[in-house]
């Protein structure tokens, strides 16, 4: 099986890890990660990424010159791609840029030029409800009346686009997996020593952007109900929400408990995971963001829950978005916005090393059984095989 997966996703070579695992599944197959050879990602990488060619056997990066280096719906690749289609003849195309995307559009169409009869397959996040307008109506309705399998990164973005008219075979599945070699659970001591973590000290974690629909707000107030116990705060990242953060703990007098680390390497994370009891996602759904077609924002997986999960820690979260359905029966789950009921779970396993035991264990064999690089990258083979049969 001959598997051309396109995404500017595949850059970060850490994110290459689940199309490497695809590759080893069977002798026969071959993946292509097609890139675009120059991207901007923004944010706290505001530069041009060069993309590198690589050969792995089985698994290569492949970059192409590319239209558009900063918006995923706009990237095009330039005619070099044509030269890589007649010679590779895949038997998926896989674009993961989202329903309404050109790219996606332009490798529909090139496969149809060349007569190569590949399975059209897309992947996507987006979880809100939308209304197109001309011309990206007739993009989106192009896109899907081609489509052969739709993979969703969570259940909502499948429903909606059901209700755009998508009636053919889907999945719900993760974009990447989790490194069960990196994520996995360690003691750190010298770690614990460093940020002045007592061993009798219970700590509520928490890792991504300082921003207010993350909730994290909502985290700290939940808090303040529960100085009778021993307890820190870890809180892993950077925002612009840092200094009311630090003033909200100041004025709910509990500002010695919070622990704030800035911008740490994500191949430390697992470090900072294994320091916690319980990692909390709070996140809350918003009106704030806008785009052409859509007003909101939910959460959309919580990567950050897969990977305590696999370092061994009980995890905690709002029921924003797809935040239940990737914690199942692994975890604590509240209603988003509710300071009290959350401070109601925090104080369940404060008072009950047990249950922390217990949701600690079904996070890990959850992880390892859904979450892992092998595990998304057989379920993924598994429904190209249905695809093609």
């Given at each position: 099986?001959?598997?051309?997966?396109?995404?500017?996703?595949?850059?970060?070579?850490?994110?290459?890890?689940?199309?490497?695992?695809?590759?080893?599944?069977?002798?026969?197959?071959?993946?292509?990660?097609?890139?675009?050879?120059?991207?901007?990602?923004?944010?706290?990488?505001?530069?041009?990424?060069?993309?590198?060619?690589?050969?792995?056997?089985?698994?290569?990066?492949?970059?192409?010159?590319?239209?558009?280096?900063?918006?995923?719906?706009?990237?095009?690749?330039?005619?070099?791609?044509?030269?890589?289609?007649?010679?590779?003849?895949?038997?998926?195309?896989?674009?993961?840029?989202?329903?309404?995307?050109?790219?996606?559009?332009?490798?529909?169409?090139?496969?149809?030029?060349?007569?190569?009869?590949?399975?059209?397959?897309?992947?996507?996040?987006?979880?809100?409800?939308?209304?197109?307008?001309?011309?990206?109506?007739?993009?989106?309705?192009?896109?899907?009346?081609?489509?052969?399998?739709?993979?969703?990164?969570?259940?909502?973005?499948?429903?909606?686009?059901?209700?755009?008219?998508?009636?053919?075979?889907?999945?719900?599945?993760?974009?990447?997996?989790?490194?069960?070699?990196?994520?996995?659970?360690?003691?750190?001591?010298?770690?614990?020593?460093?940020?002045?973590?007592?061993?009798?000290?219970?700590?509520?974690?928490?890792?991504?952007?300082?921003?207010?629909?993350?909730?994290?707000?909502?985290?700290?107030?939940?808090?303040?109900?529960?100085?009778?116990?021993?307890?820190?705060?870890?809180?892993?990242?950077?925002?612009?929400?840092?200094?009311?953060?630090?003033?909200?703990?100041?004025?709910?007098?509990?500002?010695?408990?919070?622990?704030?680390?800035?911008?740490?390497?994500?191949?430390?994370?697992?470090?900072?995971?294994?320091?916690?009891?319980?990692?909390?996602?709070?996140?809350?759904?918003?009106?704030?963001?806008?785009?052409?077609?859509?007003?909101?924002?939910?959460?959309?997986?919580?990567?950050?829950?897969?990977?305590?999960?696999?370092?061994?820690?009980?995890?905690?979260?709002?029921?924003?978005?797809?935040?239940?359905?990737?914690?199942?029966?692994?975890?604590?789950?509240?209603?988003?916005?509710?300071?009290?009921?959350?401070?109601?779970?925090?104080?369940?396993?404060?008072?009950?090393p047990d249950l922390v035991k217990d949701l600690a264990n079904k996070g890990y064999t959850r992880a390892m059984e859904k979450?892992?690089?092998?595990?998304?990258?057989?379920?993924?083979?598994?429904?190209?095989?249905?695809?093609?049969?």
């Amino acid at each position: 099986m001959k598997i051309l997966v396109a995404s500017h996703t595949y850059i970060v070579d850490l994110n290459c890890q689940k199309l490497r695992e695809l590759s080893r599944l069977d002798k026969n197959i071959q993946v292509i990660a097609l890139v675009p050879k120059r991207w901007r990602p923004g944010g706290v990488q505001n530069k041009i990424i060069e993309s590198q060619l690589k050969d792995e056997g089985n698994f290569k990066i492949i970059p192409v010159d590319n239209f558009s280096e900063n918006n995923q719906g706009l990237l095009t690749f330039k005619t070099e791609i044509i030269k890589l289609f007649k010679e590779f003849k895949p038997d998926i195309i896989q674009v993961e840029q989202g329903a309404k995307s050109l790219g996606y559009a332009q490798l529909i169409t090139l496969n149809k030029l060349l007569g190569l009869k590949a399975k059209n397959v897309f992947f996507t996040w987006w979880n809100i409800p939308y209304k197109n307008k001309f011309p990206i109506s007739l993009l989106e309705q192009y896109n899907l009346k081609n489509t052969h399998g739709l993979i969703a990164g969570n259940q909502d973005g499948l429903n909606i686009l059901r209700d755009h008219g998508y009636q053919d075979k889907a999945i719900v599945l993760p974009q990447l997996g989790i490194d069960e070699k990196l994520f996995t659970p360690k003691q750190q001591p010298e770690l614990a020593t460093q940020l002045k973590i007592q061993s009798d000290e219970f700590v509520i974690g928490f890792v991504g952007r300082f921003v207010k629909e993350k909730g994290i707000l909502t985290l700290i107030k939940s808090l303040a109900s529960l100085q009778e116990f021993s307890w820190k705060l870890l809180l892993l990242g950077r925002g612009e929400l840092k200094e009311q953060i630090e003033t909200t703990a100041r004025e709910l007098g509990i500002k010695n408990r919070l622990i704030l680390i800035e911008s740490v390497p994500h191949e430390q994370v697992p470090n900072y995971l294994n320091l916690m009891d319980t990692l909390v996602l709070p996140s809350e759904t918003t009106d704030k963001f806008k785009t052409l077609t859509a007003v909101g924002w939910k959460e959309q997986f919580g990567h950050v829950l897969i990977e305590a999960m696999a370092s061994g820690v009980a995890v905690v979260g709002s029921d924003s978005g797809e935040i239940p359905h990737v914690i199942g029966d692994a975890g604590l789950i509240f209603p988003e916005g509710n300071i009290e009921a959350l401070g109601n779970c925090l104080g369940q396993l404060m008072a009950n090393p047990d249950l922390v035991k217990d949701l600690a264990n079904k996070g890990y064999t959850r992880a390892m059984e859904k979450y892992t690089n092998k595990a998304v990258a057989q379920k993924q083979l598994a429904f190209y095989q249905e695809l093609l049969n």
